[in-house]
């Protein structure tokens, strides 16, 4: 899918030299994939304290299953 984006060079030039990225199209590629990988841990994250922890589920036995 064909898109256009007014994009800041001076931040796409830094992510290619970062990253090692030949094309522009890799350096956009490679920084989409980092922001959804940060905000899914960054989810997970969130989710801590709020998970019920039961002290007597047995992890050992549920994999016999």
Known sequence: MATNLALDDKLI???QKIGHH???KE??????LEYIA???RQEIADLF?????DKD????KARRR
Do not use: E, N
């Open 57 to 60: 589920y047995d992890y050992k």
């Open 22 to 24: 030949r094309t522009k």
């Open 49 to 53: 304290g709020s998970v019920d922890f």
């Open 13 to 15: 030039i830094q992510t």
């Open 38 to 40: 940060h905000k899914k």
């Open 27 to 32: 350096a956009v590629t490679a920084a989409m």
